[in-house]
């Protein structure tokens, strides 16, 4: 309910947007932050300023982390001994899956769970209409935290294993990123050419159509390793990604993205895939030894 406090430390774009959020829906409020300057809006909006790490962590069953890393997690949470006890420690940073799960031991040796969480929408939607966020740790801290959670964005649940949660925000991030790359490379390449970058845009955004398309029955045939050629084949995207290369350096723009899908492909031949279907790069990817 709006009468369940919650702490946030850590108070970035992302912790001064949750703040916000927590604010609004009229929550209780206890905030930190290391640089203390940082929370002074907040506290004039309303937010009450723990002097110390450890009395923030005393101040709310739920604490929020929203730091740039785990390192600076321990940081801060060294330093408060014994309040750890019996908190439940929600860590919206981002990190390794590795670093996650350590994470969790380290907490739980100081009597706190941890939900690691991966919130997938930058700061000035958090708590808005499209927000949500990734959650791993144990269902029943889950269930009985999901609807203060929820005014961060939509909690969508991956698993007990802490590290899901990092898994799938990096994997969203990981489609995103590579995807804004290979449009400013593109962008470069007719670039080269003369053509201004806003022409390219509507075409560009047609082939993610396309793509995006094909995600559904491409995921399909990876999970049950069906690779028969199905009218793009190894070979031909293969010299298509050989090409790309070959204009790029024509271009005398950069070249690593361009080499980098087409090294999937030739190791694909190299695995014996060229007549089957482009899907077989998923296991020269997730195999790169075989
Ligand atoms: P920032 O990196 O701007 O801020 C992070 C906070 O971490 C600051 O409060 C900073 O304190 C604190 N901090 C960093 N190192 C230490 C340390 N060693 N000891 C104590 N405090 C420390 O992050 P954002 O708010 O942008 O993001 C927070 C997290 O959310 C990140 O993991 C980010 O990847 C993730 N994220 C960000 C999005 C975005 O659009 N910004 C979108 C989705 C996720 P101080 O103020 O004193 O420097």
């Known amino acids: 309910s709006a009468n369940t ?4 430390i850590g108070l970035g774009p992302m912790g001064q947007a949750m703040v916000g959020a927590y604010l609004d829906r009229g929550h209780p409020v206890t905030v930190w932050n290391r640089t203390a300057s940082r929370a002074d809006e907040l506290v004039a909006r ?7 790490p450890t009395e923030a962590v005393r101040a709310s069953e739920l604490v929020i982390l929203s730091l740039t890393h785990y390192g600076a997690m321990y940081d801060i949470l060294d330093t408060v001994g014994d309040a750890l006890a019996g908190r439940v420690v929600v860590n919206l940073s981002s990190d390794t899956p590795e670093a996650t799960r350590e994470a969790s031991g380290w907490l739980a040796d100081r009597g706190a769970d941890l939900l690691v969480g991966g919130v997938m929408v930058p700061a000035p939607m958090v708590g808005g209409e499209g927000a949500y966020v990734f959650y791993s740790g144990s269902a029943a801290t889950m269930d009985a935290h999901r609807q203060t959670l929820a005014a961060i964005g939509r909690p969508d649940y991956r698993g007990e294993d802490p590290a899901l949660a990092q898994l799938w925000y990096q994997a969203q991030l990981e489609v995103f ?3 804004l790359s290979s449009f400013a490379h593109a962008a470069a390449l007719v670039g080269s050419a003369g053509v201004c970058a806003a022409e390219l845009a509507p075409y560009s955004a047609e082939t993610f159509a396309l793509a995006a398309g094909m995600l559904q029955e491409s995921s399909n045939r990876f999970d049950v390793g069906d690779h028969r050629d199905d009218g793009a084949n190894v070979i031909m995207m293969g010299a298509t990604a050989d090409h790309i290369v070959g204009a790029s350096r024509a271009a005398g723009i950069d ?7 087409k090294d999937h492909y030739d190791r694909a031949i190299a695995a014996g895939h060229g007549r089957d279907s482009w899907t077989s790069l998923f296991e020269v990817i997730r195999k790169p030894g075989e």
């Open 177 to 179: 990123l590579t995807a």
């Open 5 to 8: 406090p919650v702490t946030v």
């Open 46 to 52: 309303g937010a009450t300023r723990a002097e110390t």
């Open 255 to 261: 070249l690593a993205l361009p080499l980098a899908v």
